[in-house]
């Protein structure tokens, strides 16, 4: 079972660049197709970008697409969020997630991050 810790959330100004990080242990992440989910306030969890298990393919919530870039690097154990141009909108917790044996999917992951929160102030 794979556990997993997000970092680099915190407080920027709308478009600023903020990176967020996965630090996958307990398995190696090659096995498992990954991806980031946002939480805002009062709102419900979301998608916002997946990965291929060898990195070749990406997906984008339309909301971030052209401004987040994600990517992973299986001999580090760990997926990254590149996040650009953030709007106040981008205000969440943000969760890295993990799903097994699928090559890539938008839904029904299986493990989950405890979340690190991104604030964008306007």
């Known amino acids: 079972q794979v556990q997993l810790a997000e970092s680099g959330g915190g407080l920027v100004q709308a478009g600023d660049s903020q990176g967020l990080s996965c630090a996958a242990s307990?398995?190696?992440?090659?096995?498992?197709?990954m991806g980031w989910f946002r939480q805002g306030t009062g709102k419900e969890r979301e998608f916002v970008a997946a990965?291929?298990?060898?990195?070749?393919?990406?997906y984008y919530a339309d909301s971030v697409k052209g401004r987040f870039t994600i990517s992973r690097d299986n001999a580090k154990n760990t997926v990254s969020l590149q996040m650009n141009m953030l709007k106040p909108e981008d205000t969440a917790v943000y969760y890295c997630a993990a799903k097994w044996g699928m090559e890539i999917t938008t839904a029904s992951y299986d493990y989950w991050g405890q979340g690190t929160q991104v604030t964008v102030s306007s």
């Open positions: 307990g398995g190696t992440i090659s096995s498992y197709a």
């Open positions: 990965i291929s298990r060898s990195g070749a393919r990406t």
